[in-house]
């Protein structure tokens, strides 16, 4: 099944996420362990992608009472901290014409909140069957897309996006 597939059982689970390595992006496992509450060295990416998936949280099950403007500009800060992450931490090596159209603070957002919206269902907010399973399928699409991109990092064909240059 999907959602078991994407969500990591807590036995599967390391007592404590490392960061990436230097140099390196963090798996979308890694990411997904941060996102699910797993434990993590302290890392400023990490702390970056767990709030971010705090906010989705709160905006999917409205059980936040922060007006949306506060959210979105928080989230916008925080897409930024990973942005300028990215420009400290991973080489710029790659050819400018071979960017991505997102940053990578952009693609983590999309998949905290995608993450947020499948796991929605520990909320009870009615929804059906169909919707959750698109949820969840949507999830494991940005995943991939994640996983290509830190494979053509890898190999030197993509450069990690930044929009804050």
């Not at 969500?7 to 798996?27: I, K, M, V």
């Not at 434990?39 to 949280?57: G, I, K, M, Q, S």
């Not at 500009?73 to 990215?86: F, M, Q, Y």
């Not at 949820?135 to 991109?149: F, I, K, P, Q, S």
Request: aromatic content about 6%; charged content about 25%; overall charge neutral.
């Amino acid at each position: 099944m999907l959602q078991e597939d994407t969500r990591l059982p807590a036995d599967a689970q390391p007592t404590t996420l490392d960061g990436p390595l230097p140099g390196e992006l963090p798996t979308a496992v890694q990411l997904l362990g941060v996102f699910q509450g797993g434990t993590f060295r302290d890392h400023e990416l990490y702390r970056a992608a767990r709030c971010l998936v705090n906010l989705h949280v709160c905006r999917t099950g409205g059980t936040s009472r922060a007006p949306l403007i506060d959210l979105d500009r928080r989230r916008a800060e925080l897409v930024g901290e990973i942005d300028e992450w990215s420009i400290r931490y991973l080489p710029a090596r790659w050819n400018e014409a071979s960017r991505e159209p997102e940053s990578l603070g952009f693609v983590i957002d999309r998949l905290a909140q995608a993450w947020a919206q499948a796991n929605r269902a520990a909320v009870p907010v009615p929804m059906t069957r169909g919707a959750t399973q698109t949820d969840w399928l949507r999830l494991a699409e940005l995943v991939g897309g994640y996983n290509n991109l830190i494979a053509d990092v890898k190999a030197r064909r993509n450069c990690v996006p930044s929009m804050a240059h």
